[in-house]
């Protein structure tokens, strides 16, 4: 039997994928744009005008951004980094999350209290710099994982979450004989996959875009150099070219200019990370305990 559809279902779908696509057009247009100048002559692109497609096709924004010295040492760095940190990341706060939200826990309210106050204090700039360079952190590789293994909002994020779990499901494991590790690893964490999923693109986010640690702490060592700091470093060069350029009336050497390779140098960073989201989605759910527990 069919139902007929009111006049006011028929106006709310209406406005309803009016504002999707307006959504999405507004959502798109800047990706799009950025990559129809980075495929876009850089003296034609100072001329402006270039909205969904190259007016003038060419790769040579690429070729400077590939052909940056030390490209391959940052990307290959930068990759370990993302993969390394946000494996450790996830593994620390989850551990630590599953502490806290434990309600037998004596200290849980101490411990979140505490973690709260230092997402606002932190010892500023030179102090951690010299606790680093104490520590043997500076020109090493490990200074871009082991300070970010633990992160005060993520913990708390985790810690929600793991709340949010029916605790006959730990009842009934502890009554089976499971321990906390068992029930962690066993339970707990296979019904986390999707605030897992979420912060682990955080972390993975985060670590990738990075850079003002690798100018930071291992300026000098361009074996431990980034993809990002390459790619900044470059931006400056191409800028300060073109600068010169303009200064001496020479538009020869301005074949590239800093907006075109920006765009560039943005498709590159951007591109790992949307070829990544799309195997996380699936897990940004809710409700996966439904059904686990019958009351």
Same mark, same amino acid.
């Given at each position: ?8 279902d028929?106006v ?9 696509v307006?959504f999405?057009?507004?959502?798109l ?18 001329r402006?005008?270039i909205?969904?497609w ?5 790769l040579?924004?690429?070729?400077t =951004? ?5 490209? %391959?040492?940052?990307?290959? +760095?930068? &990759?370990? !980094? /993302?993969?390394?940190?946000t494996?450790?990341?996830?593994v620390?706060n989850?551990?630590l ?9 004596l ?10 106050i230092?997402?606002?204090v932190?010892g ?9 360079r104490?520590l043997?952190?500076?020109n090493?590789?490990? =200074?871009?994982v082991?300070?970010?293994? %633990?992160?005060?909002?993520? +913990?708390? &994020?985790? !810690? /929600?979450?793991m ?10 494991a ?13 339970i707990?964490?296979?019904l ?10 955080f972390?993975a ?5 990075s ?25 400056s060069?191409?800028m ?13 050497t ?7 390779v920006?765009?560039a140098?943005?498709?590159v960073?951007m591109?790992?990370?949307i ?9 940004f ?11």
């Open positions: 039997m069919k139902i007929k559809s009111s006049t006011m028929k709310f779908v209406t406005c309803n994928t009016i504002f999707l307006l999405v057009t507004i959502t247009y800047p990706v799009l744009n950025t990559l129809a100048l980075s495929f876009n002559d850089g003296i034609d692109a100072v402006g005008g909205h969904l190259p007016r003038i096709f060419t040579s924004n690429y070729k =951004v590939l052909n940056q010295q030390n490209i %391959i040492t940052g990307a290959v +760095v930068s &990759v370990a !980094r /993302t993969v390394l940190g494996i450790f990341s996830l620390t989850a551990l999350a599953y502490v806290i939200s434990r309600k037998r826990f200290f849980r309210s101490q411990l979140s209290l505490f973690w709260v230092t997402m606002y932190n500023g700039m030179i102090p951690t710099l010299i606790l680093y104490n043997n952190l500076t090493s590789f490990w =200074v871009y082991i300070p970010g293994m %633990i992160s005060a909002f993520n +913990v708390l &994020v985790l !810690r /929600t979450f709340e949010g779990l029916p605790s006959a499901l730990e009842e009934s502890m009554i089976d004989g499971a321990n906390d590790f068992t029930i962690f690893t066993r707990i964490s296979p986390c996959k999707p605030v897992y999923a979420t912060v682990a693109l972390v986010v985060g670590q990738w875009n850079w003002f640690d690798a100018m930071l702490y291992n300026r000098m060592n361009t074996q431990y150099t980034t993809l990002q700091y390459e790619l900044m470093k470059l931006l060069s191409v300060q070219q073109s600068g010169s350029a303009t200064t001496g009336g020479n538009t020869a301005a074949a590239v200019t800093p907006v075109t920006r765009a140098a943005t498709v960073t591109l790992p990370i070829l990544l989201y799309p195997f996380l989605q699936r897990y759910v809710s409700g996966m305990t439904i059904g686990s527990v019958k009351e």
